[in-house]
């Protein structure tokens, strides 16, 4: 089977959900400034001498120790107490600062994510520390260290985060030292859209790094040809896919040599507010895709609700005409099941009813098999709607959903989602070319 469209789709789908992850950086310092009364608030103290930090070691292992030879049961209740020492400690700069660093060491040693990186971010905001790189420092001991499913989906998740934030930075290097290490975290933790997400993560970053001398080419030539139109392509989509700078980027695809990108960026730097507005933006990336799906494909789509207690569903062709949606979340947060559009509503095909079918801040993975005789949806791997995919009937209405065969992604309103992964696999069939925008 040959892939279909994936490359950019995972490309796009990677870059959003990195951008995602760098959205909240836990512990970056606070901005420099005074309040409203005049005082300095957002300052990172210096940090503590060596022969300050020393004094200091001293006093804090007469309360607590020589917690860096204790037994590895006790090292993360050790580490929690430091953390909440260092809060309490107030007058003693060094002897805070080494609370907080030795705290994340500790925890860090013995795989709990969660209290190394309360450390670290402390430390970070406290004091002019590099806390990217002691987050991904504590993070690769973190990695070695998680040997139980929980601990290593949480070492494998803040991975993520710092990855995303490295990237954001311009540190591929690095981030791609922090994916390696947190690889074998994220297939201990045994959830599988965490491993997908991982490995997609690195493949993105493969990527990156293969196009970093292409876009200093592209810089180079629009430094002496500001509208050369493959320099502005070339470095405007590493800025989007790259660098996650999609206004600089857009504009610079917008100079481009492609019509369809050109029509696509601009009506995304318009900034459309109306829900017709917003749907052209949508559809005119979509229609930049330039292909329709094969008769038969695997749609595979790794994801988690973020927000929200309602749907979240794909929009898939059918390989004799028209359209149907596969939904989870939706009816009450109940169900998983395929539905169709027509004469202003869903009709549900199949309905599995799960208790709660969507957690929000789960992962999931669910991947739809569309044949010309049947539908099957898995999630994570269970087969859990099936139906019929030659029924004439479902033919009306397509319209109602567009009007042409492309595959789509829907939520609810009031929900949101993180995608993770989409990928397009052709079974049979290689698809239709659609015009060409505006011709």
């Not at 806390?131 to 989906?153: D, F, H, N, S, W």
Request: aromatic letters at 6%.
């Amino acid at each position: 089977m040959a892939t279909f469209g994936s490359r950019l789709i995972a490309i796009l789908t990677t870059s959003v959900m990195l951008a995602g992850y760098c959205a909240a950086v836990a512990g970056a310092p606070a901005e420099a400034g005074n309040d409203e009364r005049g005082v300095a608030v957002g300052v990172r103290a210096p940090v503590p001498d060596a022969a300050a930090q020393a004094n200091a070691e001293k006093l804090i292992h007469e309360v607590f120790g020589n917690y860096a030879a204790a037994a590895a049961g006790t090292r993360a209740a050790t580490a929690a107490k430091m953390l909440d020492q260092a809060a309490a400690t107030q007058n003693d700069a060094a002897a805070r600062y080494m609370l907080l660093k030795d705290s994340a060491s500790l925890a860090a040693a013995a795989g709990d994510a969660a209290t190394a990186m309360r450390g670290v971010a402390t430390l970070n905001s406290l004091y002019d520390v590099d806390g990217l790189e002691m987050r991904c420092a504590v993070i690769r001991t973190c990695a070695v260290a998680a040997t139980t499913p929980q601990a290593a989906g949480a070492v494998a998740n803040e991975g993520l985060s710092a990855a995303g934030e490295t990237v954001a930075a311009g540190n591929f290097d690095v981030a791609g030292r922090l994916l390696a290490a947190i690889e074998p975290a994220a297939r201990i933790s045994t959830d599988k859209p965490l491993m997908a997400t991982v490995t997609s993560c690195i493949e993105y970053l493969r990527w990156i790094q293969s196009q970093v001398s292409a876009d200093q080419l592209a810089v180079e030539t629009l430094a002496k040809s500001p509208s050369d139109a493959d320099a502005n392509l070339v470095h405007g989509l590493f800025l989007c896919f790259g660098k996650n700078d999609w206004d600089d980027g857009l504009r610079a695809i917008a100079k481009g040599p492609n019509d369809g990108l050109k029509a696509a960026a601009l009506k995304d730097l318009s900034n459309p507010t109306a829900a017709g507005q917003q749907a052209a933006a949508g559809n005119a990336w979509w229609e930049s895709a330039e292909r329709e799906p094969p008769e038969e494909y695997d749609l595979q789509i790794d994801f988690a609700r973020r927000t929200g207690n309602d749907f979240f569903g794909a929009i898939c062709p059918l390989p004799h005409g028209g359209s149907v949606a596969w939904f989870a979340g939706g009816w009450g947060n109940h169900a998983i099941c395929f539905a169709h559009f027509i004469n202003g509503g869903w009709f549900v095909l199949t309905a599995h009813d799960v208790g709660v079918a969507v957690a929000n801040g789960q992962h999931y993975s669910v991947t739809i098999r569309m044949r010309r005789e049947s539908a099957r949806a898995y999630h994570n791997g269970e087969l859990v709607s099936e139906m019929p995919s030659n029924n004439k009937d479902l033919r009306a209405g397509q319209d109602e959903v567009g009007g042409k065969s492309v595959i789509g992604l829907t939520i609810d309103p009031l929900s949101s989602a993180m995608i993770y992964k989409m990928e397009l696999t052709e079974v049979t069939g290689r698809g239709q070319h659609l015009p060409t925008p505006g011709k």
